[in-house]
């Protein structure tokens, strides 16, 4: 009945048979028996033809949201069984590697057969605890990341700006060296240290530069930060100034439990390797 009411559809759509068939790749024959089929099923005549032309009758008229409504069902049926039946994978990431992500799931989401991945976006601590107890295939984690993990491509985000308070007295500056910081309170998001800065260290939320760039506007510190941010970020608070601190990054890692290891796995690691190959 499924086929018929297609056919019916797309008769209503095009007002000709013949038209509506090659659509379908039918035969106008078969395009005729298959709504006089449906017209018995039904009861009542949907449409109207003559030699001229072919018109909806008021029943026609009356039943067709109905068919587009199964029609629209069935389609949406047969795509969340086909989602369902695809594997997937969970990837927890940081959001500073936002847009890594994206080209990730884009990749495995292109590949045959087609690998779906859930993304949740987690700060260290979360995405360890949840890679840990299975929540999560993977994680992109800041190395070093913790021993009981396996970790392939590398990568490295450049920190080259300096997220100070709008009236701090570096704000103006058209460049920041470390001998400009001494004395001042540095943000370090997670556990990571700033090698080669001096000041005083003060943790922040783990892996959460948007919370540290809060702390940043109430004075609590200067926030060492990626030019990745500095381009997505657009606030009155804090001032972005360029840091010329030498070769400071933060390293990542793709890390996975060794016992959890299966294709899809496989596939993720070279997926992000692709990924970080090809811009």
Known sequence: MLK??????????????????????????????????????????????????????????????????VIESIGAFEAESARLARPTIHLAYPPL???LAARIVRRLAGRTPAIGVELRAAGRGAAVRALAGGEVSAAILATPAPAQFVTAARFHVTVDHLAVPAGHRLASRPKVTPGDLGGQVLLTPGSRPWPGLPGRSRMAADDDFAAALDLVAAGAGLLPIPQLLVRTIRRDDVRFVPLDAGDLRITYALAWSKERVTPELMALVQAVQDALWTR
């Open 97 to 99: 590697v936002g847009t």
């Open 4 to 69: 018929e009411m297609h056919c019916f559809a797309r008769v209503a759509e095009r007002l000709s048979f013949s038209k509506a068939a090659a659509d379908l790749g039918m035969s106008q024959p078969a395009m005729s028996q298959a709504i006089t089929r449906l017209e018995r099923a039904a009861g009542v005549r949907l449409f109207e033809r003559t030699a001229r032309d072919v018109r909806l009758t008021a029943e026609g008229k009356a039943l067709l949201p109905y068919a587009e409504q």
